[in-house]
């Protein structure tokens, strides 16, 4: 310890706005221990900005215990209710009928190809466990929304709404502030068995989806566009779904996850743009947020007053030519 002072951080709680209509939703943080320093940023972060006033609990999930500094200095930081979940070893670990080979073979071969994450297990464990299992966590049963947090990440403007209650009054399932392009070299195979998905299970596609924002030609190939999972604020009834648990399983006994390094973010989003008719999906224009070098900031017209500390140049996609996803899922949505 001793890298920070004790919080005196928690910003006094404020009233919320008199048309706040509390939602069961929740906060979820997968962190490990080592994470420590950065999470208290993106708690502090989002604290200041928005839960101060709202106060939904936070669930923080870990494939191995929390230690007694983790869980103090993370309380110190909210006078939310704090959950601290241990995450059910099946539900994280490369299961025994993965050929261990075949995995090996594809850590190599994305470390070869310069990969990020390209050589990592847990990596995979973790894309795997966002994908399928984080929203079948004994702890998160009792929600229906949540908002996924990340360490280190940036909440640049004051929310004067609840997005929680803007999905649920907007009959939302999942929103979104940032959309990238996916490393190909992770997902070769996963467009494959996606199609044969959707053959096989016609009746779950939806008939007003969004393929266009997945794919340029009609559905042939994948364009690798998908919203960016650290940030994500959704309807976990949606993971929960028949046709979801189906995708995921039939996603999963491909091997795909270690046998290529398939993320939770096309996984997820590609489920989102073709089983959800595309009202349902929702661009969180006013809410400012920064992961590693992404960020996206509202310009004057979306943000919600002067609040935001960050200037919309910077942000990706909408005024900058390094890639035009965000602005192709806006004109979708
Ligand atoms: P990136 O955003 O893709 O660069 O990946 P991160 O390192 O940020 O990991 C994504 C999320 O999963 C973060 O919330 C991490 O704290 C968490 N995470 C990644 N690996 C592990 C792990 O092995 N154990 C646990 N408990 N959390 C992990
Ligand atoms: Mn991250």
Redesign the pocket.
């Known amino acids: 310890g001793g890298f920070r002072q004790l919080s005196t951080t928690i910003p006094i709680s404020a009233e919320p706005e008199p048309s706040f209509q509390r939602q069961n939703a929740t906060l979820v943080?997968?962190?490990?221990n080592t994470?420590l320093r950065?999470?208290l940023t993106s708690m502090s972060n989002l604290e200041r900005r928005y839960n101060h006033k709202y106060l939904y609990p936070w669930v923080f999930?870990?494939?191995?215990e929390f230690t007694n500094e983790f869980k103090g200095r993370v309380l110190l930081e909210t006078n939310a209710p704090v959950y601290f979940g241990l995450?059910p070893k099946e539900h994280?670990v490369q299961p025994a009928w993965i050929d261990e080979d075949k995995a090996e073979e594809s850590r190599k071969r994305l470390k070869g190809q310069n990969i990020?994450?390209g050589d990592s297990s847990?990596?995979r464990?973790?894309c795997r466990f966002?994908s399928g299992y984080f929203f079948q966590h004994p702890l998160l049963q009792q929600f229906k929304y949540y908002w996924r947090?990340?360490?280190?990440v940036d909440y640049f403007c004051d929310m004067n709404y609840d997005p929680f209650q803007y999905l649920n009054q907007n009959n939302r399932t999942y929103g979104f502030t940032i959309a990238l392009y996916e490393t190909s070299e992770t997902v070769t195979t996963l467009w494959d068995s996606v199609k044969e998905f959707m053959a096989n299970y016609p009746q779950y596609i939806s008939n007003d989806n969004a393929m266009e924002l997945l794919s340029n030609d009609g559905g042939q190939t994948y364009n690798m566009c998908h919203f960016w999972s650290?940030f994500e604020i959704a309807d976990m009834d949606f993971w929960r779904s028949e046709a979801y648990r189906k995708f995921f399983n039939f996603l999963d006994a491909k091997g795909g996850f270690y046998y290529e390094r398939w993320?939770d973010a096309p996984v997820h989003s590609i489920a989102a743009a073709l089983f959800l008719p595309k009202h349902k999906l929702h661009f969180f224009q006013d809410i400012g947020y920064r992961?590693?070098v992404y960020q996206h900031c509202p310009s004057s017209d979306e943000s919600l007053g002067n609040s935001c500390s960050c200037h919309r140049w910077n942000s990706i996609g909408k005024y900058t030519n390094r890639l035009n996803s965000t602005s192709k899922s806006l004109t979708l949505l």
């Open positions: 943080f997968l962190a490990r994470d950065d999470v999930l870990n494939d191995e995450i994280w990020i994450y847990s990596y464990n973790m966002n947090i990340e360490p280190n650290n993320g992961h590693a």
